[in-house]
């Protein structure tokens, strides 16, 4: 079955500590693997995507096929980055191609 | 104009009237999505619209009844609704169907809660 674990609900880290948001995933294809985020009244937004080897507002995440799992990391966090964070897998070749969204992890930055 | 909007941003509605949510996007996306998004979960896909045609239908309830008159355009319907529908109601929209690169663009929601 295809499905996305992001273990934590809640995560709390000083400003200026490192950030580590967990996601794994269970898919026995090829994934596509998303990051989107809820800021506090604002719309669901995409932060970054595999497949883009991007970083975004400080944030990187790598796809580790032997563990499933597609971390999302920053070095220094910071206030602005409290929100809601929703790790989604596309199961590519599946045919379906809809998001399988994880339960979300609050991430709280404290001053 | 790069957003999805949705209206109304919010809506009371009594479980024997009918109401309708309106989706709008102007990007030239050719797909669209209903979510249902209950307080602190993920959003649940409901209906998913490509080039105008219901492609996906997450066995939702026959109270609820999607729309999509042009490619811009997504509405929902909603007939007969129980309490347990109240909940933020999100439209999405990305650039086709069928591509799983594609990043989903999301309104702002519907906050809907039926007495």
């Known amino acids: 079955a295809q499905r996305v674990t992001q273990p934590e609900k809640l995560l709390s880290v000083f400003k200026g500590a490192p950030v580590e948001l967990k996601c794994n995933y269970s898919?026995?294809?090829?994934?596509?693997l998303f990051w989107y985020v809820q800021y506090s009244r604002q719309r669901l937004q995409l932060l970054l995507r595999?497949?883009s080897r991007e970083s975004i507002k400080g944030f990187t995440a790598d796809l580790n096929k032997g563990e499933t799992s597609f971390h999302l990391k920053k070095p220094f966090a910071q206030e602005e980055d409290s929100a809601m964070y929703y790790c989604?897998?596309?199961?590519?070749?599946?045919?379906?191609?809809?998001?399988?969204f994880g339960t979300g992890t609050r991430l709280k930055v404290l001053a | 104009d790069t957003e999805v909007t949705q209206t109304p941003k919010h809506l009371v509605m009594g479980m024997t009237n009918k109401k309708s949510l309106k989706c709008e996007q102007h990007?030239?996306?050719?797909?669209m999505y209903w979510y249902k998004q209950k307080a602190k979960k993920p959003p649940e896909l409901m209906f998913v619209?490509?080039?105008?045609?219901?492609?996906i239908n997450e066995s939702v309830p026959s109270r609820f009844s999607p729309e999509c008159p042009n490619s811009s355009l997504l509405n929902l319907h909603l007939h007969a609704l129980q309490p347990e529908d109240s909940a933020l109601y999100l439209c999405?929209?990305?650039?086709?169907?069928?591509?799983?690169?594609?990043?989903?663009?999301f309104g702002p929601g519907t906050r809907l809660t039926v007495l």
């Open positions: 999405a929209s990305s650039q086709d169907w069928g591509n799983s690169y594609n990043e989903q663009f």
């Open positions: 898919y026995s294809g090829s994934p596509e």
């Open positions: 595999h497949i």
């Open positions: 989604a897998l596309n199961p590519r070749g599946s045919g379906t191609y809809k998001y399988i």
């Open positions: 990007m030239g996306h050719r797909a």
């Open positions: 619209y490509s080039y105008e045609k219901l492609s």
